[in-house]
């Protein structure tokens, strides 16, 4: 089992992209609902959550782990790594790969979650590739409950996502990191404030190429992921909107059961 995990939501757009590439596995999802979201966090209780959703997937019997949470990624990624008994992947690195190789200007904007845009890892990352490429980042820390409260189209969204978006748009990128995994969801919004010019990374997609290309290449560690369309989601809160959006945006009823955490 390849087993994926998130604060809420957010990680299902990386779940759809492993159907599309990787359609043959069978994955495991895990959103910590009853805690999301992260990005307004301090670090310790993302790095305290993110240990705890690793040990749940472990539990189930994961094979692989892949942090669908930019914030997780940023904040807690090295702590993880040092528990993690299995491979795990996380999913800045990525995005930061795929936005220098599409940059024409040198000018790329970050949108995400402030624990995210706080940790400096965009920009750190990039700076290591290129010290002449320019990195602006902005935080939006509104657009998660939104989403987890699946208003995808409101009026007050748009609104907000043109605010978060103006500066980004004053600087003249030319590439846009979608910096949070739940912000795919709001993708045409997003592409439609910042304009059409923008090339817009999607770290779904950025994660799921490097998870097929190292499943690929290591036949041992291929050998080891069950197959099947047996998935499963679980959620740390089941009353939510998950079912309804999960389903919606997965084109397909997944079972889901609840596993407690402690608030
Ligand atoms: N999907 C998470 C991320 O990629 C959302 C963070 C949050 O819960 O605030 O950062």
């Known amino acids: 089992m390849i087993g994926v995990f998130d604060s809420g939501l957010g990680g299902l757009t990386v779940v759809k992209k492993i159907f599309e590439y990787l359609p043959d596995y069978q994955v495991v999802y895990f959103g910590d ?4 979201p992260y990005g307004g966090r301090g670090t310790e209780t993302i790095k305290k959550y993110a240990l705890e959703d690793l040990n749940i ?30 491979p795990i992947l996380e999913v800045v690195t990525p995005a930061v790969e795929r936005a220098i190789k599409a940059t024409k200007n040198k000018k790329i904007g970050i949108l995400g979650t ?24 902005q935080s939006a820390p509104l657009l998660v409950p939104f989403i987890e409260e699946g208003q995808l189209k409101s009026v007050e969204l748009k609104r907000i996502i043109r605010k978060y ?13 979608l910096g949070c995994t739940h912000y795919p969801f709001v993708r045409n919004i997003i592409k439609l404030k910042i304009g ?25 560690l291929a050998g080891k992921l069950t197959k099947g369309q047996n998935h499963k989601l679980y ?19 997944l079972p889901i059961e609840e596993i407690k955490v402690n608030s």
């Open 33 to 36: 609902t009853a805690r999301t």
């Open 57 to 86: 997937l472990l539990k189930i019997g994961v094979k692989l782990v892949v942090v669908a949470c930019n914030t997780v990624s940023a904040v807690a990624f090295d702590e993880l790594i040092k528990k993690s008994p299995v």
């Open 114 to 137: 402030r624990a995210t845009v706080n940790s400096g890892i965009y920009q750190r990352l990039i700076a290591e590739h290129d010290k002449s490429i320019k990195v602006f980042a």
């Open 165 to 177: 978006l103006w500066s980004l748009k004053q600087q003249q990128i030319d590439t846009l990191i």
């Open 196 to 220: 059409k010019h923008v090339n817009i990374i999607d770290p779904s997609t950025e994660i799921v190429l490097k998870l097929k290309k190292m499943i690929e290449e290591d036949p041992g």
């Open 235 to 253: 959620v740390s809160d089941i009353s939510g909107n998950f079912g309804n959006l999960s389903k919606e945006w997965l084109k397909i009823n």
